[in-house]
């Protein structure tokens, strides 16, 4: 049975002076974590929000795990500061069964549709992800499409996950973007939160795999609502970029190297070769 309406919405501000707020119903949870001191409190002094501030930038993970005692709500609804939502999306995300990781349809700036929930990375996958090799084949271009008939049954998900698909699948089976998704707050809590040795990238894939091991009946689910916006890759035209690239490259080590099997532990040496990562 679905439960009633009541997400916490979590945000974790960095290099953000101000948010959208007019998507999320009057009374509310809103939790604003700061990762530096550039957003402008004034912005929302209309709204209730509860600021938490963090000990200088503690990426985001680690971020959301902060907010996470303040949480009265029964979900927890994690959204991106350049993603931009309606009130349809919040009703959406918070009519949800605890065994349900849901999320919404997204597109990017060009109206081209985003991956939202995707198949569990294979090694090969994984290590074009890891050096962004896809942005050389854009998201709604042909070479997409052929390139990703490469990569097999991965491939085949990936050009399901591009073309804004709604439904449901078994979480052990795809893995939700942290870019706008909720999950049952128990549950999030049970697990232990976000590992916070991810700094920035690969947490929601991480995650997605412990919920789906801990509670087998999770599923991922895609709502179906008119899509969301979100202006993806702004880091990579800003100052941040290079941080952000190295950032990527150790939290897909650290994933690979969770992963059993030798080509997994090749792929992790391929992505960072001169630096250990502990599988604990």
Known sequence: MTRGSSGAVVFVAYATRTLDLAWI?????IIVVHNDG??????????SVTHVDAVGNVGFGAAVNLALPAIAAERVVLCNPDVQLRAEHYEALVAATPDEVVTVPL????GAPTSVVSAYPTPLSHLASAYRLGRFAPRAGRARHLVSQAFGRWGQA???????????????ERWVSGGVLSVDTERLTEVGGFDDRYFLYYEDVDLCDRLAARFPRSVARVADVEAGRHSVGG????????PAERARRHSAARYAASQPGGSWRIARRLIEPTRGVEQS
């Not at 550039?38 to 709204?47: I, K």
């Not at 597109?107 to 060009?110: M, P």
């Not at 880091?235 to 290079?242: M, Y």
């Open 25 to 29: 119903p009057v009374g509310a949870e």
């Open 38 to 47: 550039e957003f402008d409190r004034a912005t929302v002094a209309d709204h």
């Open 107 to 110: 597109v990017d700036d060009d």
């Open 158 to 172: 990936h050009r399901e996950s591009l073309r804004q698909a709604t439904g449901s699948w078994p979480l052990a």
């Open 235 to 242: 880091s990579g035209r800003d100052a941040n970029r290079r």
